[in-house]
């Protein structure tokens, strides 16, 4: 199994910035799927999650209505479309094979991708 994260750079306040997680090993169509972050100095937070289809999306309320998650399922790519960043949105944003009530377990994830939101 293997995940991994792009997409990630520095942007201003208000901007967007779109991740991407190329995912293979693994049956991509398959699995719920996730992306989970971590701030300088905290513990994880999950982010968001899509079911196998794509159909249905789960967001954290610190995110919903500024983030929209999708999956291609032929192209086995994971997506997080990131709108209006705040500087509290700064993290490493990883994906991982896992839902919401998984992502805390021993699950496939990523290395992460660096998101810095700063004027």
């Known amino acids: 199994v293997q995940l991994v994260e792009s997409g990630g750079g520095m942007v201003q306040p208000g901007g967007s910035l779109r991740l991407s997680c190329a995912a293979s090993?693994?049956?991509?169509?398959?699995?719920?799927l996730s992306w989970v972050r971590q701030a300088p100095g905290k513990g994880p937070e999950w982010v968001s999650d899509i079911n196998t289809s794509g159909s249905i999306t789960y967001y954290a309320d610190s995110v919903k209505g500024r983030f929209t998650i999708s999956r291609d399922n032929v192209k086995n790519i994971l997506y997080l479309q990131m709108n209006s960043l705040k500087p509290e949105d700064t993290a490493l944003y990883y994906c991982a094979r896992a839902s919401r009530q998984s992502w805390r377990g021993k699950v496939p994830r990523g290395q992460g991708t660096q998101v810095t939101v700063s004027s």
């Open positions: 090993g693994f049956t991509f169509s398959s699995y719920v």
